[in-house]
C-alpha cells in the first residue's frame, strides 16, 4: 500500500540555522509534491509545488527537492526563525489525480 | 486570495444528535473536501465533491454524509453522533482545474466534541 513517512520525532534547531525536513514515500510514484504549514489549531497552509520533472524549487528562505529515484523530497529552511515553528506536511499527488495524500507533518521548534 | 470559511471554531455536541458542519469558499473552486485530523494519525479524507451535487467517499465515510447543494458550499453531516468522532474537521477547496496544480485552500477547522 501507498506510504508516507515523515519524522514523527520534533525537530529542533537554533535559531539562524537551516532546517531539513524529509518526506520518504513507497508504492508511490507521484506526479508532483507539495509542501504544506500548519500551525496548532489552524489549517495547513501551501508553501510550495515541485513537479516530478523538477529537481529543486525555490522561494525565498524555502527550498525543496525531489528525488523520484530515492523516492524523497526535502524540505530546507534556511535561517530559520522562531516564528518558522510549525508543523510541515508533505503531499504527493498520483498522476492523474487532482487530490494529494498527507503525511503525518513533522514538528519544527527553532529556538532563540 | 481564497478564503475558505467554515461556520464554527468550536462546537460541542451530545451522543446520537445529528450535526451540520458548513464550509463556503469564495474562489469559485470546483473541488472541496472534508478530512479529520486526529493526533498521530494525520490528514484523513472523508469525502469530497468535484462538482455541485456529486459526491465521492474518501478514504474514512463511515457515520458520514455530505451535501454540495452551491458551488461555493460543502456541508459535512453526522447523522449521529458518537464519541469517536471528536476530532478537528477541516474543509478544503482545490481549483476549477485538475491538472496537477491543485493546490488545496483550507479552512480554519471546526473542533467537535461529542460528549
Known amino acids: 500500500s501507498q506510504k508516507i513517512e515523515q519524522n514523527s520525532e520534533a525537530l529542533n534547531i537554533q535559531e539562524g540555522k537551516t532546517a531539513t525536513l524529509t518526506c520518504n514515500y513507497t508504492?508511490?510514484?507521484?506526479?508532483?509534491l507539495q509542501w504544506y504549514r500548519q500551525d496548532p489549531g489552524r489549517g495547513p497552509v501551501f508553501l510550495l509545488l515541485?513537479?516530478?520533472?523538477?529537481k529543486e524549487k525555490r522561494k525565498e528562505r524555502l527550498k525543496v527537492t525531489f528525488d523520484t529515484t530515492l523516492k524523497q523530497s526535502l524540505f530546507h529552511i534556511t535561517a530559520s526563525q522562531p516564528a518558522d515553528s510549525a508543523t510541515y506536511l508533505c503531499?504527493?499527488?498520483?498522476?492523474?489525480?487532482?487530490?494529494?495524500?498527507f503525511g503525518r507533518g513533522t514538528s519544527l521548534i527553532v529556538h532563540p | 486570495d481564497v478564503k475558505v470559511t467554515q461556520s464554527s471554531r468550536y462546537l460541542v455536541k451530545r451522543t446520537g444528535e445529528k450535526v451540520f458542519l458548513e464550509c463556503v469558499q469564495d474562489?469559485?473552486?470546483?473541488?472541496m473536501f472534508w478530512y479529520r485530523q486526529d493526533p498521530g494519525l494525520g490528514l484523513r479524507l472523508i469525502y469530497f465533491?468535484?462538482?455541485?451535487?456529486?459526491?465521492e467517499k474518501g478514504d474514512i465515510p463511515e457515520g458520514y454524509s455530505v451535501s454540495r447543494e452551491k458551488k461555493e458550499r460543502f456541508s459535512l453531516i453526522l447523522e449521529s453522533a458518537s464519541t469517536n468522532q471528536t476530532s478537528m474537521y477541516l474543509c478544503?477547496?482545490?481549483?476549477?482545474?485538475?491538472?496537477?496544480?491543485?493546490?488545496?485552500?483550507f479552512g480554519p477547522g471546526t473542533r467537535l466534541t461529542v460528549l
Open positions: 478544503a477547496s482545490s481549483g476549477s482545474d485538475r491538472g496537477p496544480t491543485d493546490t488545496q485552500y
Open positions: 508504492n508511490y510514484s507521484p506526479a508532483y
Open positions: 515541485i513537479r516530478e520533472n523538477e
Open positions: 503531499a504527493p499527488t498520483s498522476g492523474g489525480s487532482y487530490i494529494p495524500t
Open positions: 474562489m469559485d473552486h470546483e473541488n
Open positions: 465533491s468535484y462538482d455541485v451535487k456529486m459526491k
